[in-house]
C-alpha cells in the first residue's frame, strides 16, 4: 500500500506537535508519562509563589505547583494554589505545605511537613497552608529595634552636645586652655626630670651595680644558708612553744604577789611595826648597843692594866687570899 504525500505530512506534523507539547511540558518540569494527582492549600498570600516551583520534601522534588487562582472566601481573599506531583510517595493527612526560600536570590518553593497522622492522602485532598518568614521580614524585624536604639542614642547625642554647648562658653573654653597649657608645662617638667634622672643613672651607674651586686651576694649568702635559717626559726618555734608550755604565767603572778607582800613589809617596817620597825625606827637600842660597847672598852683597858684583879697565878701553889668585897 503506497501511502500518500499528503498523509506522511500530516504524521509527520502529529509527531512535531506532540514533541512540542511533550517539550514545553518538560521545560516546566512536568512528566506527561509519568503518574499524577492532585493536592491543594490555600495560602493567605503567596509571598512570591508562580506556577512551576518546586514541591519538595527533605530537600527531593516530588512536584510543582501547577496552577495558583485568587478565591474569595467569607468575604476575604485568598490563594487557592494547585500542587502536580509527579512522584509516588506517600503524605500523611494534615502535613504542612510551606512556602519557603529555596535560595538566596529569592525563589520559591513548598516544603512538606509531615504529620503525625498514619493516613495519607489522596488526590484532591487539602493540606495545611503555611509562609516561612520572608528575608525583608526577617531583616526588618531584626533592624527595627537597632533603628530604635539608634533613633534614641542620636536623639542622646542631641541633648548631650546642647549641653556641652551650653558649658563651653567662652570662659570655659578659656578656663580649658589655661588646664591644656598646665597639662603642656607639667609634661614638660616631667621629661625635664626624666632627662635628670637618666643623667643620675648614668653617672651613678657604678655604685648602681656595686649596689645590686651586693644585694645578688645577700641573696645568694640567703641562700646558701636557708638550712642553718631554718633550723634557727625551728628553735625560735621551740623556745617559744616551750615558753608556751612553762607556768610562766604563774611565776610571773607568785613574783608579783611577792612583791606585794614585800612592800607591805617594807611599809610596816617604814611605820615602826614589829622588831625590825623598832630596829629600824627606835634608836635605844643602838644607845645601849653603844654604852655596852664603851664599858667593854674600859673593861679591856682595865684588864690589860691590872689583870692581876681578874687573874691569879703562882709558882708554888695558890695562897689563900680573902676574897675581895664587891
Known amino acids: 500500500m503506497k501511502l500518500s504525500k499528503e498523509f506522511k505530512i500530516g504524521i509527520v506534523v502529529v509527531f512535531?506537535?506532540?514533541?512540542?507539547v511533550w517539550g514545553l511540558n518538560f521545560l516546566k518540569g512536568t512528566n506527561l508519562f509519568s503518574q499524577k494527582y492532585f493536592l491543594y492549600?490555600?495560602?493567605p498570600k503567596i509571598d512570591g509563589l508562580i506556577e512551576a516551583n518546586p514541591i519538595l520534601v527533605n530537600g527531593y522534588k516530588i512536584g510543582q505547583?501547577?496552577?495558583i487562582q485568587l478565591i474569595q472566601k467569607e468575604g476575604k481573599y485568598s490563594v487557592l494554589v494547585t500542587f502536580l506531583l509527579t512522584e509516588d510517595i506517600n503524605i500523611p493527612k494534615k502535613s504542612i505545605a510551606k512556602a519557603v526560600s529555596s535560595d538566596l536570590l529569592g525563589s520559591k518553593a513548598v516544603e512538606i511537613i509531615y504529620s503525625d497522622n498514619p493516613e495519607f492522602v489522596v488526590s484532591g485532598d487539602t493540606l495545611i497552608a503555611e509562609t516561612e518568614e520572608s528575608l525583608k521580614s526577617s531583616v526588618d524585624k531584626r533592624?527595627?529595634?537597632?533603628q530604635a536604639k539608634a533613633e534614641n542614642l542620636i536623639s542622646s547625642i542631641d541633648s548631650v552636645m546642647t549641653?556641652?554647648?551650653s558649658v563651653l562658653n567662652a570662659k570655659t573654653r578659656e578656663n580649658l586652655d589655661k588646664s591644656f597649657e598646665s597639662v603642656?608645662?607639667?609634661i614638660l617638667t616631667?621629661?625635664?626630670t626624666a632627662y635628670k634622672l637618666d643623667d643620675l643613672v648614668g653617672s651613678?651607674?657604678?655604685?648602681?651595680?656595686?649596689?645590686?651586686t651586693n644585694l645578688n651576694s645577700i641573696a645568694n649568702n640567703l641562700s646558701n644558708n636557708n638550712e642553718k635559717i631554718n633550723k634557727i626559726l625551728t628553735n625560735f618555734s621551740n623556745i617559744s612553744d616551750s615558753l608556751a608550755k612553762s607556768q610562766l604565767k604563774s611565776a610571773i603572778a607568785n613574783a608579783d604577789k611577792s612583791m606585794q607582800e614585800l612592800n607591805v613589809l617594807l611599809a610596816g617596817i617604814n611605820s615602826g611595826q614589829g622588831t625590825l620597825g623598832k630596829l629600824a625606827k627606835n634608836d635605844t637600842l643602838y644607845m645601849n648597843l653603844n654604852k655596852s660597847s664603851a664599858d667593854l672598852d674600859k673593861l679591856l683597858k682595865d684588864l690589860r692594866y691590872n689583870p692581876e684583879r681578874y687573874i691569879h697565878f703562882s709558882v708554888f701553889g695558890r695562897k689563900n687570899r680573902e676574897k675581895p668585897k664587891d
Do not use: C, G, H
Not at 16 to 20: L, M, R, S, T, V
Not at 143 to 146: D, S
Not at 204 to 212: D, F, H, V, W
Open 16 to 20: 512535531a506537535i506532540a514533541a512540542f
Open 184 to 186: 603642656r608645662k607639667a
Open 41 to 43: 492549600a490555600v495560602y
Open 190 to 192: 616631667l621629661e625635664q
Open 143 to 146: 533592624i527595627a529595634p537597632l
Open 204 to 212: 651613678e651607674k657604678a655604685k648602681i651595680s656595686s649596689i645590686l
Open 163 to 165: 549641653v556641652v554647648n
Open 65 to 67: 505547583i501547577n496552577s
